[in-house]
């Protein structure tokens, strides 16, 4: 049975960055979009970047300029570079994936993913 994995969370003060990884293995077919959530506590669920198959991709308005989305399919692995990390991007991190592919504006919509990661925390201090 497949699972997608993630890792490279952690604590980091304001201003910090972070590169999020998930490995994907135990799948016999290819991901046709791919995106990273992120839940806060006390808080929904919420899209922060996804991929899609051709290479496009969707950025949550909250961190448009600091956070790159990109997939090495040699590597199975979905990469999130986060940088000028602020207190409230602190968040348990989830990789999600699909095998079908959707137009760029339902990428960060959690309904269209049936595979999800286990999450990494990512903790930013003031």
């Known amino acids: 049975q497949g699972q997608l994995v993630e890792s490279g969370g952690g604590s980091v003060q304001a201003g910090g960055s972070l590169r999020l990884s998930c490995a994907a293995s135990g799948y016999d077919y290819t991901f046709g979009s791919m995106a990273w959530f992120r839940q806060a506590f006390g808080k929904f669920r919420e899209g922060v970047a996804g991929i899609g198959s051709d290479g496009s991709t969707s950025y949550a308005d909250s961190v448009k300029g600091r956070c790159t989305i990109s997939l090495d399919n040699a590597r199975n692995t979905l990469y999130l570079q986060l940088d000028n990390l602020k207190p409230d991007d602190t968040a348990m991190y989830y990789c999600?994936?699909?095998?079908?592919?959707?137009?760029?504006?339902?990428?960060?919509?959690?309904?269209?993913?049936?595979?999800w990661g286990q999450g990494t925390q990512v903790t930013v201090s003031s």
């Open positions: 999600a994936a699909t095998r079908g592919e959707m137009a760029v504006d339902h990428l960060l919509k959690s309904y269209n993913y049936n595979r």
